[in-house]
């Protein structure tokens, strides 16, 4: 990364205030959409003040087993990343990580500039939103530039905030318990994709890569490729 663009980086995320965060917590089995309300200065221009909405559409949280993520740390490491590894793979049964990913809706995105400074906007903006009773609704301040990343440290903090509840919610589902050597909930959502793929033969290529994803191909590379030569009939 080039130094202006880690500066620029570091100094967004320095600079982003969470005014009003989503009280619900991210669906643990389906699509949260979260109504973001961003807040920030115009550079060198006195009294106005952009206000960006938008969506943030936060996918269902996917379980990674610990040999996946293993094989993920190691890129770009070298072998002080070895013992941290060995335990993950001792621990196996007793580590839940979670994978969360979002989409940016921009469809539904607009902004509007307002001549008046940030505090009265923020003020005006989080006093109407908080009248709505939105439990996905946020309110942020953040930089004109780059005010993406001031959405990414928004999503990483209800991440944060969700992720023991939907841990929870998958043990009391038994998602993690052991299924042949793969957690429960990962068993179930391969033989979905397996599913989606007979009907839909394009989703092939996405099964491989989920399959590979989870290190898990060679346990189903033979019904992998038997559906492969179905679908190719």
Not at 112 to 123: C, G, R
Request: charged content about 25%.
């Amino acid at each position: 990364m080039k130094e202006k663009s880690l500066f620029d980086f570091w100094y967004a995320v320095n600079n982003t205030e969470i005014i009003l965060m989503p009280s619900h917590h991210l669906e643990t089995f389906g699509t949260t959409v979260l109504n973001y309300h961003l807040i920030s200065e115009l550079m060198d221009t006195v009294n106005q003040t952009r206000v960006r909405e938008g969506r943030l559409q936060a996918h269902r949280p996917q379980i990674i087993t610990p040999a996946a993520y293993s094989k993920t740390i190691l890129e770009g490491f070298g072998d002080e990343a070895k013992n941290y590894v060995d335990w993950l793979k001792e621990h196996e049964k007793e580590i839940h990580i979670l994978q969360y990913g979002y989409t940016l809706k921009k469809e539904v995105f607009s902004e509007n500039v307002i001549s008046e400074n940030i505090k009265t906007v923020t003020e005006k903006v989080h006093n109407e939103i908080k009248k709505k009773s939105d439990p996905f609704s946020a309110v942020l301040i953040g930089v004109d530039t780059p005010w993406d990343v001031c959405l990414v440290k928004l999503f990483w903090e209800v991440i944060r905030f969700s992720a023991g509840t939907n841990i929870r919610e998958m043990q009391r589902q038994q998602m993690f318990e052991d299924d042949g050597g793969i957690p429960r909930g990962i068993r179930k959502e391969i033989e979905e994709a397996f599913l989606a793929t007979s009907k839909d033969p394009s989703l092939i290529k996405h099964l491989g890569n989920k399959l590979q994803q989870y290190g898990v191909f060679e346990q189903y590379q033979d019904r992998f490729f038997s559906l492969v030569k179905t679908v190719r009939r």
